[in-house]
């Protein structure tokens, strides 16, 4: 079984949030949902989602993947918490998946595990990423670090997501339901 943890703070990006949740839960991963506040939180459109755990109810458990949704101010909330820069230097360390969409990348770097990493992000926040190897790719893998660009990107960077995790055939099972553009 592979885990995947997924922060949730408030001002989050509800389509990423919710699509990466979808799409790796279609593909059999046991994803847990971790608020860093208790109760439901609000994400950037006004949306409520509950989270299915408190951040400090997992910060010990082991995951395969810790992925980031966007969106304002849901991205300084995630910047600014000192646990989910912990399990992002721990992940680091340990050379598992990290990923990232829209603003998110800035929290990868603000915990100090991009350099010299490739890494893509919203336009918006790309001159927050001097110093860093920007692409323009929607989608872009390096080692162990994956990183996407907008709502827009969300269901590609997922089934990348699925592809790293389970191979390119359960990534191919998964999108049979959804039918995506890959």
Same mark, same amino acid.
């Given at each position: 079984?592979?885990? !995947? %943890?997924?922060?949730?703070? #408030? $001002? ?8 990466? *949740?979808?799409? +790796? ?41 810790? !992925? %980031?949704?966007?969106?304002? #101010? $849901? ?8 646990? *989910?820069?912990? +399990? ?95």
């Amino acid at each position: 079984m592979k885990t !995947v %943890l997924v922060p949730l703070a #408030p $001002g989050f990006e509800e389509i990423e949030t919710i699509t990466i *949740v979808d799409i +790796l839960r279609r593909a059999g991963a046991q994803v847990t949902l971790a608020g860093t506040e208790e109760g439901p939180l609000e994400g950037s459109r006004g949306i409520h989602v509950l989270p299915d755990e408190q951040l400090d109810n997992i910060l010990e458990n082991d995951f395969d993947l810790i !992925v %980031l949704p966007g969106g304002q #101010p $849901g991205t300084d909330n995630l910047k600014k918490d000192a646990r *989910v820069a912990q +399990l992002l230097k721990k992940m680091d360390g340990l050379n598992k998946n990290i990923a990232a969409i829209c603003a998110a990348p800035l929290v990868l770097k603000n915990a100090g595990i991009l350099e010299n990493r490739c890494v893509t992000s919203h336009p918006s926040v790309q001159n927050d990423l001097q110093g860093i190897t920007y692409k323009e790719d929607r989608v872009v893998v390096d080692g162990h670090i994956v990183t996407s660009k907008s709502p827009g990107t969300a269901m590609e960077f997922s089934l990348k997501l699925v592809e790293i995790l389970f191979g390119s055939e359960r990534r191919d099972v998964v999108n049979k339901g959804v039918l995506a553009r890959i």
